[in-house]
């Protein structure tokens, strides 16, 4: 099996399909134009540059293209480059689709569904019940293909079904050593806190924010639509406030974006559900990439740390 | 005129009703039983002591019923406080009701009806006028009635309109100045800015904070409700995600409740207005009550500093 | 079985034995001298005041005595206090002693030993595995006994060791859904992260800080401990210098007192762990003492916030 | 009549004077020389590379030259450039000068003087009025042409008058609202409060600070030349303090720049209407340059937020 | 030689004269008036009760008078108060004085003004001395007698001056293994730094803020002072700015009060001997009240720290 | 004497010996390789590009290696830049070594050693002087040898002990003002306060953090060297918890680095000592460089201010 463009090293030749993510003109210090292409497959992305372009290779490479390209892996600036050394369009017989090169989740969508319908299914209270089922239904599809966020924890695609199933795990593990924590509360809360993304991003490929998500946020969207699913269900009991506050509250500070802190014990511990599982992501996708008796990059969403790992791990 | 209990210098006489806002009982150093009792007029509040009380008259002197009150106003630890001397519960022949005794803002609830009324009447754009009618009617007479805050600023009978008109006025202002402003947006999210505190909070006596108010608070509930007015009155236009991020963002920092900062020019300076009005009624009111040449006391929501007034000043 | 003073409300008579737990001579207003007792049993504490006392009184009601009170609760600003009618000391006929008045853990000493030990007997790094079983051995008497800290969480008799054995089960829950985690370092971070307070801290009862704690921290302590101990078990390895990071990073920021944060996997989420059980402690606490349909005081620890008890929830 | 270069779009053809506003020799990756100019009209400034220079061009292309240039607008690492296809310096025979390449006020000096001016002449209190009048008559030249900062906002010819201007009207639209405000120590505060400004920076173009202005700032220098103007005017009141106070305190936090916070109800208002003004053009300037549906690019100034341009908005 | 009345341990006896520093009237809970009188000597100052006090007992025991006292030094919730069990007014035949117990440096006003004079004497740039010798002879008789301030360091007669002493030794001391520093500009900077103090504070005992010390700040009035005393000894030279910025400095940065950070060698150096001299005089005062082996209290400007007096160290 | 090449101007000829720091391969925008030579000497260092280089070139100029180069100092993007003419490897005749183009210490080894020596010499506390000559002793050639730190202060040869010998008079001459400092103390926190960067860092040259310095810090590292020495000797005393306190917060505050803020006078004084003398290296570095009546950059660890060097101070 081959491995990903990321994971060559200085040096080495690389010969492989690979998507164009993006494609920008520049002109070069000898007044001639050139393109800046992001290049991606499954394992990341990376930088390339074509020069002398013209009108034809501007329309031949750009964004959402298959590329074949031989080239070698250099330093740019303490950054990999790909050097290119031959490139061409993809065409049919090469039987390569744009699914092939996005990062996707380890489970597959009907597993990730699955496995959050069999926590809906467990349910006692039967308004949390349906109002999850509800939600989930309505936003079914974007729900196992979003990711979790645009970038750093779960941006892949199904990232945010996945997220949503470790964390129903954990939740579960949680309460298992704490009897006092409802769970029907809790894993309705799991399921929904980050659902408004479905609203708040763009789609999982190329993802950015919408105008709805930018001014109202995927937050506030989720508790609106909860008030309505109650509404429409014809549910008015305090279980619906319960739930809008376990989504309001769930990044815990109003420096974070929630209007309101944690003030049920539930909603706290929602807070501290969501973090593990993001930094868990975070700091496993970073030591993956990463040699024994070495450190990480700085990690910007883990407060710019690096993280070590310690020279008697095996190599992951 | 008589001046209120608040306005009486230590050493003063005072003889007048009072409405008892709060009654708690305790048990003296000497094993004997007494109240203390909070007492309210129009100007403010005052502490006094009932000593050696028994089960009669913690039933006579309970919160919300009024007294006559015969006493002198003594320094204790810096505060005042009302030694009575003579003390009787008001009988029907007094003549006084409960509202004789709470302050109420300087309009009429019919004033600021027809003002805020003639704002809505003049919106060009019927997606704002609609959303903003169907509310304010909705809520009119809460609206009218409530204070705008438990404390700090407009915390009196109809604080909220009023606090909404003086809003407007400056809205008003600041527009002529600068005719990028869309008024319509402007005057809309100045009317529902803080409507959704008739749902926050209990109401205008005693005011305290509803379980709904606590948990969610009146930023979502109202961006709430203005979703689901514009699915009640079949409106889908940007304005209503406009609107709803003019609510969202007034308080302008997470920090200060505000899911969302400022991202639309109305609603930067929507959160400018309503700062200048809530200042401007805590700075008048504390200088009132300041001889010329003299400082306020420190006032906690102006980041606990202390105002001067002028020795030229004339005392109003 | 009786409930503590705790709970008894407002008005209702109280008669049982109680240690003191302080005892402070003051001078009341009219000159003659009085006793401020604070008392205890399991559920808590409660003030109380002994009035025209004298050199004896001083003698027979001063701290770790028990007594036997007649009284009835009282409020006193916002606080319940006990209205003491009878009193007098225990005889050793009362057959009460000290230790029946020290809230304890609800599991036994033998109970938390025997979990925590299964938990090293399953390590496989036998470095790891040989420097927490040296460790718990030397101090484990005071391991068994301490609170896990003087005030917030985990406050009572074998509060510790109760502490750890929470944050085990929560360690190997959360592996199996995160098989990255090398659960030797983990387990081993768990036990030892809070063992310096048995130097840090002066015992289980009255608990204070000892000089040494004041001016080094049990994190320091602990650190230097891992250290000496490698070095007397001749263990030059890796695995020390990790184990004294997961101590040293614990607390997570500087401001909270590491000097360092955390840098390992492990250590990320043993600082993780170490909040969830020390939050669910305080929350379980102060919502058992709430009624359903009601908010929690302001607890301190929990950013100061308050939580609410879902008026569904039967009350514990 | 032409829209200035920042308005042109990537791919257009340029054909007009510019301003050279700094040029900057480097050596290009081919090891010759080359000049990077940074060329500006009314509109703004776009960058442009000068490619094989010697000693003649570096001459003739020197900062505060002017030039004719042919040339197309090409995109570099996300920021506009120029790239040069012919260029010459101006000659006499061209006819333009260096004024018609800034950015300035929309009103002429004329009309900014009388403006203020007929504030001046409104004032009742004769203290205010004189000193006052001296520093704008001492600084009055300067105070016509100078912008109100080097950057972030009113960065334009005579762009401090057109700051205090729009101040004045806010503080009289205001003031009508809230009559307990002194509009003559408001008014004398508005135009007395960044005139130290005239001190604190070099001139109207090419703006830098000098050494005062670094050491001292604008705004203890104004609070000086205050205390001096009253000893020279032989003027002893209380209102020569209440003005310092006004220059003193008008950033309002000592994070901000004044060693005191407002103290005064007019300081405070002072504040405000500062930061409307300063907001409103830089969010107008923002919006300008932006599309319909589109959001601006993040702006540092206004705690780089990015601001929104309903689609409804027509385009300015 | 009799230790102050702070020095007596709770229990302790105590006859002798103090001042009264303030007298409250205040009514118990009896009913019956009485006094909280303040009472110092050099030691400090210590609460005291007098009870069942009518008319002519306020008269007699106001502040600032003498009294001889016998008392019993008693603990009232964690601080130490004197109960009175004889007092009488001081008379003439007494023989005592207000200073007699007022606090003071332990250097004569004298050795104090020939210390600083000497450093005076000693500079060789003659802008800066005569600046500096025309203010401090201005201020001459406020400087030896002033408190550096109103409390938290040097907080005694005297203690402006006795605090610019210690400073002074401090800039030579390090000058002496920094030649880089310009000593005059030091000296003199340290010289002025606090002078504005004794415009911004009302006098050597009880000691307020006067109305310009709230509104302008000794910093912005010792700045101006420098300005024009420069105009009036006809001085125009750099020194004269940098003397005025080290004085706006020297509280270092914004949220301390200064309008502009250090951004001289002297100015950054003034700030840090400002603090040793400020924070030695705090800790010595308290380690003095301190048992070996003991903790102080909590230290509020020490950043609320408590502060430890080593076992081995001598009392003094 | 020749002058370094961070003192050349632009457009100057440079002709001499530089180390070569590092070497970086790139790839030019024409397709051809070149390196990014960093070339050093005592003065500093500076960037240099060698064009269309082959694999030999990389073989000859790599990291460490000492070059004779012909070339002209340029501007780039602000920071200069040697533009290479000629180059060449020198050669045994050449007669250069590495230490010739390291910066180190204005003093010798011996000479630290020596002022170090006696002031260890001095002390009269047995504890802390064996202690301390023990741990000097032990790793004396490090402490002589290592910078104090990777950037920002003292980063040169032998900078770890020339800034603890400037400690050192800085602690004599303070203690000479305030005789209640413990000298003892003082001292041998000074001497070991920073000892534990020998293990922290990786040498004096090409200075980085080691794997045990990034995880564990110096700070505990020595705290943690302290009490294993004390074991070794036997010493079993209060002092050496003093020491330990000094070593562990001498950075002062969490956020810092230190586990403990200081509760010693000695370990506050140390903090500001500390301070002092790395605030006075970084300024007269600066500065050294600034023409006088001219700013310094902004400098990053001096909280990223400029600072001001007098138009009438002497060029150093």
């Known amino acids: 099996m081959k491995k990903g463009v990321t994971f060559c090293e200085v040096g080495e030749q690389f010969s492989d399909f690979l998507l164009i993510k ?4 520049g002109v070069a210090s000898n007044g001639k134009p050139f393109l800046t292409l992001m290049l991606q497959d499954k394992s990341g992305e990376i930088e390339a540059k074509l020069w002398d372009t013209g009108a034809e290779e501007e329309k031949t490479y750009h964004a959402e293209n298959i590329v074949k390209v031989l080239g070698e892996v250099t330093n740019y600036r303490g950054r990999q480059q790909l050097k290119i050394k031959k490139i061409r369009p993809a065409t049919p017989q090469d039987g390569v689709s744009v ?29 949390l ?65 980050d659902l408004g993304k479905t609203t708040e ?30 509404l429409e269900l014809d549910i008015q009991a305090e279980e619906v406030t319960l739930l809008q506050h376990l989504v309001l509250s769930h990044h815990s500070k109003g420096e974070w974006g929630s209007p309101k802190p ?55």
């Open 262 to 316: 944690p003030m049920l014990r539930e909603a706290e511990i929602l807070h501290y559900i969501d973090n593990i599982d993001a930094r868990m992501n975070i700091m496993d996708r970073a030591l993956e990439r990463t040699k024994p008796g070495e450190f990480t990059e700085r990690l910007f969403p883990m407060e710019n740390r690096k993280f070590y790992k310690p020279s008697t791990e095996n190599e992951s």
């Open 22 to 25: 993006s494609s920008t003109r």
């Open 201 to 230: 991003l763009s789609g999982p490929v190329s993802t950015t924010y919408t105008v709805e998500g930018n001014l109202l946020g995927h937050i506030s969207l989720m508790a609106n639509e909860i008030a309505q699913t109650a």
């Open 99 to 127: 699914t092939d090169f996005l990062e996707t989740a380890p489970q597959s969508k009907d597993e990730l569904l699955d496995e959050i319908t069999s926590y809906i299914f467990d349910m006692k209270n039967p308004h």
């Open 129 to 193: 019940q349906r109002i999850t089922r509800h939600l989930v239904k309505k936003h079914q599809q974007a729900f196992l293909e979003y990711p979790a966020a645009t970038k750093n924890h779960h941006e892949f695609v199904s990232g945010l079904a996945y997220h949503v199933v470790h964390m129903l795990r954990l939740a579960k593990a949680i309460s298992g050593i704490y009897p006092s924590l409802n769970t029907d509360l809790l894993y309705s809360g799991v399921i929904l806190h």
